[in-house]
C-alpha cells in the first residue's frame, strides 16, 4: 500500500510540474509573440520598408485563424523579404504559384537559419493574435452577461415591485371586502328588524280592529235585539220572544269569545 501511494504521488508532483511547465511555456510564448508583433507592427512606419511589413502583417492578422505549415512557412518568408530589404540585401522573391520548399533552397545556410527563426516569430505571433482575439471574445461575451444580468436584476425588482403592489392591493381589497360583508350583515339585521316591527305593527293594528268591530257587533245586536222586542209585541209571536233573544244572547255570546280569544293572541303575538 505505501508503495502504491508513493507512485501514485509521484505521478501526481509530475502532473503539477509538467503543467506549471507547460503554463510558463505559454506565457513565455505569448510574451515572445506580442514582442515581435509590436516590433514588426512598429516597422510599418518606415518610409522605405513600411509597405512591405503593412502587407506582412495583414497577411497574418488575416491567415492566423486557419493556420497550417504552408501559411506559415510563406508569412515567415514574407518577414524575411522585409528584414531583408531593410538591411538593403539581396531579396529572395518567392511567388505564390512556386512551392515554399523550392523557394527555400536558393537560402544561404545563413539566411535559412534567419528564416527558421522568423517561422518561431510567425508561430508565436499568430498563437500571441489568437489569444487576444479570444481574450477580446470573452471579454465581450462576459460584458454582455453582466449587461443581462443587470438587466434580469432590473427587471426581478421591477416583477418584486409589481408583486408587492399587487399584494397590498389584494389586502386592500380584501379588507373593503370584509367591510362590505360586515356592513351587509348589519343592513340585514337591520331590515330583519324593520319586517319584524312592520308585522307587529300588523298585529297590533289587525288587534285594534278586531276591537273596534266588537263594538260594531255590539251595536248590530243591540239593535237585533231591539228589533226582536218591537217585531214580537205583537200579539200571536210574543210567545217567539224568548227563543229569539235567547239565540240572540247565545250567537253575542260566542262571537264575542272568539273575538277577545282572537285579540288575546294577537297581543301575545306582538309580545
Known amino acids: 500500500m505505501i508503495i502504491r501511494w508513493l507512485a501514485c504521488s509521484c505521478v501526481v508532483i509530475c502532473a503539477i510540474y509538467c503543467s506549471r511547465f507547460e503554463t510558463d511555456a505559454v506565457k513565455e510564448n505569448l510574451e515572445q509573440g506580442k514582442t515581435k508583433y509590436q516590433e514588426f507592427k512598429a516597422q510599418t512606419q518606415n518610409d522605405k520598408t513600411g509597405p512591405c511589413w503593412s502587407n506582412a502583417i495583414q497577411d497574418l492578422e488575416e491567415s492566423c485563424s486557419d493556420l497550417n505549415e504552408d501559411t506559415m512557412s510563406r508569412l515567415a518568408y514574407s518577414f524575411l523579404t522585409c528584414h531583408l530589404q531593410q538591411h538593403k540585401r539581396k531579396i529572395h522573391i518567392c511567388e505564390d504559384n512556386a512551392s515554399i520548399d523550392s523557394c527555400t533552397q536558393t537560402l544561404t545556410d545563413t539566411m535559412f537559419g534567419i528564416y527558421t527563426s522568423f517561422v518561431m516569430h510567425t508561430h508565436n505571433m499568430c498563437f500571441y493574435l ?71 305593527i300588523g298585529y297590533l293594528q289587525q288587534a285594534f280592529y278586531d276591537h273596534f268591530t266588537t263594538y260594531e257587533m255590539l251595536l248590530f245586536y243591540t239593535g237585533s235585539i231591539i228589533t226582536t222586542l218591537i217585531c214580537t209585541s205583537f200579539p200571536g209571536v210574543n210567545r217567539a220572544r224568548p227563543m229569539l233573544l235567547c239565540c240572540t244572547a247565545l250567537a253575542l255570546t260566542v262571537e264575542q269569545a272568539i273575538v277577545q280569544y282572537g285579540f288575546i293572541l294577537q297581543v301575545m303575538l306582538i309580545k
Do not use: C, P, Y
Open 130 to 200: 489568437q489569444s487576444a482575439n479570444w481574450q477580446n471574445r470573452l471579454d465581450q461575451t462576459v460584458d454582455k452577461l453582466h449587461d443581462n444580468s443587470e438587466k434580469v436584476s432590473q427587471n426581478l425588482e421591477i416583477q418584486a415591485d409589481q408583486q408587492s403592489h399587487l399584494l397590498i392591493g389584494m389586502h386592500a381589497m380584501s379588507d373593503m371586502n370584509t367591510d362590505i360583508l360586515t356592513k351587509t350583515e348589519h343592513l340585514q339585521h337591520f331590515i330583519s328588524r324593520i319586517f319584524s316591527l312592520v308585522e307587529k
